[in-house]
């Protein structure tokens, strides 16, 4: 057994295209086809660079951050979640620039570009110097699941989910992790 770590935009494809067997990821993203456990939810912290008016809060709200850009993702369930987009009044999210990796992101943020939504206890702690997470109150936490083809019932994938709905089924600083196919055994049925 061996792990892979995928984009966020990979969770469903590695595993239609058998790439990986599991995946271990934050939602939201595309489960059509696929069987998700939610192991447990994580707050979501306010992203911004050591500079911003916001930095020293113990926490913020949406209004404290309501009219700031927040960056963009290609994929548009996962934009609305990270940006909360429409916002509960109503309008819509201000614009931000797009991004397609994490490290962009980190990027934009640090620059002043934009401010990003990310999960409080993920990869992006700790950060960077110049950069600070500060918890958001008063917003959805977002959920870390496990997510497998919805029909493979094999017994690595059954042992797998076990074992991960045991031993983490608490706040845990997590990666999107996957385990890549077995191969040494016959593809499971």
Same mark, same amino acid.
């Given at each position: 057994?061996?792990?892979?770590?995928?984009?966020?935009?990979?969770?469903?494809?590695?595993?239609?295209?058998?790439?990986?067997?599991?995946?271990?990821?934050?939602?939201?993203?595309?489960?059509? &086809?696929?069987?998700?456990? !939610?192991?447990? /939810? /994580?707050?979501? %912290?306010?992203?911004?660079?050591?500079?911003?008016?916001? $930095? &020293?809060?113990?926490? +913020?709200?949406?209004?404290?951050?309501?009219? /700031?850009?927040?960056?963009?993702? !290609?994929?548009?369930?996962?934009?609305?979640?990270?940006?909360?987009?429409?916002?509960?009044? #109503?309008?819509?999210?201000? #614009?931000?620039?797009?991004? $397609?990796?994490?490290?962009?992101?980190? /990027?934009? $943020?640090?620059? %002043?570009?934009?401010?990003?939504?990310?999960?409080a206890g993920g990869e992006h702690n700790p950060l960077r110097h110049d950069l600070t997470t500060i918890p958001v109150a008063g917003i959805e936490p977002?959920?870390?699941?496990?997510?497998?083809? !919805? #029909?493979?019932? #094999?017994?690595?994938?059954?042992?797998?989910?076990?074992?991960? +709905?045991?031993?983490?089924?608490?706040?845990?600083?997590?990666?999107?992790?996957? +385990?890549?196919? !077995?191969?040494?055994?016959?593809?499971?049925?």
């Amino acid at each position: 057994m061996r792990t892979l770590h995928l984009d966020f935009r990979q969770a469903r494809a590695a595993l239609l295209d058998h790439r990986v067997d599991v995946v271990l990821a934050r939602e939201p993203f595309a489960s059509d &086809g696929l069987r998700v456990t !939610a192991l447990y /939810e /994580e707050p979501r %912290g306010l992203v911004v660079p050591a500079f911003r008016r916001l $930095v &020293g809060r113990t926490s +913020v709200t949406l209004d404290d951050f309501a009219d /700031e850009a927040l960056v963009r993702y !290609a994929d548009a369930a996962y934009d609305a979640f990270w940006r909360l987009d429409p916002r509960p009044d #109503g309008r819509p999210a201000p #614009g931000g620039p797009l991004v $397609v990796s994490a490290v962009d992101k980190l /990027e934009l $943020v640090a620059g %002043g570009q934009a401010l990003a939504l990310a999960p409080a206890g993920g990869e992006h702690n700790p950060l960077r110097h110049d950069l600070t997470t500060i918890p958001v109150a008063g917003i959805e936490p977002c959920r870390v699941v496990v997510a497998t083809r !919805a #029909g493979d019932r #094999g017994p690595l994938v059954a042992d797998f989910l076990a074992i991960a +709905v045991h031993q983490l089924t608490g706040p845990r600083r997590l990666r999107r992790t996957a +385990v890549p196919p !077995a191969t040494d055994q016959a593809p499971f049925t």
